[in-house]
């Protein structure tokens, strides 16, 4: 079975900054998806960004990007030049590319809340 | 474009109860994944619906149980409440031909409070 690991709890970053977070995850498959999540406290689950695990290029969305490490199964999260909007609990989530169409679970991590100090 | 929608936002219930959640998939979306989260806890996988069929199931017991309808909207129904089913339950739609690509998009959620 696949697990998603997020060693830190919390994280803090001052407004304008970059902040990284954190996950590692294990799996015994060679394709794969994996996402990062945000939650703010209106509970609603937003997708940051993806990363499929046979593209080398770290996937990259405007103000975030990822460092994905396949052979250390890492993959992290920066945020640059954060914003009051980006507080919120931040999910990283796994998904097996063999799990196609109707078979798509999503394994998350338990989360980092990040909080953005003005 | 209409993204995913759950009803109701909030449920107080007594234990032994029973519930019924609902989902509304995004517009085009043919499959429903539905999720339990604990506070402060990730998401944990409780099943998927394609086709008015269970796909997959978490690790959950048979309390819990679902249905998808032709429109693709899907119900999830908790039976003899526990105070542990105390959670955001949250609903994701995706569509599942689009192979390879499916990303899931989720709603807002329901808090259940089970006293």
């Known amino acids: 079975a696949q697990t998603v690991t997020q060693s830190q709890p919390e994280m803090s970053v001052q407004e304008a900054e970059t902040v990284t977070l954190s996950c590692t995850y294990d799996t015994s498959e060679s394709d794969y998806y994996l996402f990062w999540y945000k939650q703010p406290p209106s509970r609603q689950m937003i997708l940051v960004i993806r990363?499929?695990?046979?593209?080398?290029q770290n996937a990259t969305e405007n103000r975030f990007s990822v460092n994905f490490q396949k052979a250390a199964k890492s993959f992290s999260l920066k945020i640059s030049d954060s914003q009051l909007g980006d507080a919120a609990m931040y999910f990283c989530?796994?998904?097996?590319?063999?799990?196609?169409?109707?078979?798509?679970?999503?394994?998350f991590g338990k989360g980092i809340t990040l909080s953005v100090r003005p | 474009d209409a993204g995913v929608t759950q009803s109701p936002t909030h449920l107080i219930k007594t234990r032994g109860q029973q519930v019924t959640l609902r989902c509304s998939p995004k517009?085009?979306?043919?499959?429903v994944s539905w999720y339990q989260q604990a506070l402060g806890q990730g998401p944990q996988f409780i099943f998927q619906?394609?086709?008015?069929?269970?796909?997959q199931r978490g690790n959950f017991p048979d309390r819990f149980s679902g249905h998808q309808f032709p429109n693709y909207s899907s119900e999830l129904n908790v039976n003899a409440l526990l105070l542990g089913d105390s959670a955001l339950y949250l609903c994701a739609s995706s569509l599942a031909r689009d192979r390879g690509q499916e990303t899931q998009y989720f709603g807002p959620g329901t808090r259940l409070l089970v006293l």
């Open positions: 990363q499929e695990a046979y593209k080398q």
């Open positions: 517009s085009g979306h043919d499959t």
């Open positions: 619906y394609y086709e008015e069929e269970e796909r």
């Open positions: 989530a796994y998904r097996s590319a063999f799990m196609t169409g109707a078979n798509s679970k999503l394994t």
